[in-house]
């Protein structure tokens, strides 16, 4: 489901994608409005199940931090405020979800950026973080 799911530079919130054009892309908010708009070559547009935060070994996929995120709140919103939250909060918040985030390379916005989409994510029903399973073919190899 994450793949649908797209972040915009320069634009608040998330979108969700509703169909590919000769020319972009046709987006829908992520939120009670359900406004639709396109999107053209020149907006940067992510999809959030290709984001990763980084850690002090490798870099995690967004989809297992918002897994840890529902996990540590029960499904919910999340129990810290982005928008009052403190710094030290902000990091004891990331800390809990993702023990061995890089403090140096994550930065507090980012930590709110996690939080306030979290929070629209399970707002709008989109629960499912977990990456979807390809069907399993049977491989086959040549005998000779």
């Known amino acids: 489901m994450l793949e649908k799911i797209l972040a915009i530079s320069g634009k608040p919130g998330l979108y969700k994608l509703v169909s590919r054009t000769g020319r972009g892309l046709i987006v829908e908010t992520l939120d009670e409005k359900k406004k639709r708009m ?3 070559g020149m ?9 990763a935060m980084y850690t002090d070994d490798e870099e995690v996929p967004l989809r297992q931090v918002l897994v840890n ?11 810290v405020d982005y928008k009052k939250a ?3 909060e902000l990091a004891d918040f990331m800390g809990s979800v993702l023990p061995n985030f ?9 930590i709110k950026k996690l939080i306030q989409w979290y929070n ?6 989109v629960v499912d ?12 190899s040549p005998t000779e």
């Open 38 to 40: 396109p999107v053209f």
């Open 43 to 51: 907006d940067k547009v992510i999809s959030l199940a290709d984001i």
């Open 69 to 79: 995120v529902k996990a540590k709140e029960n499904g919910g919103k999340t129990s």
């Open 86 to 88: 403190s710094k030290e």
């Open 102 to 110: 890089d403090r140096d390379r994550v930065y507090p916005s980012d």
């Open 120 to 125: 629209l994510l399970i707002d709008n029903g």
């Open 129 to 140: 973080f977990e990456e979807a399973q390809p069907q399993e073919e049977e491989a086959t």
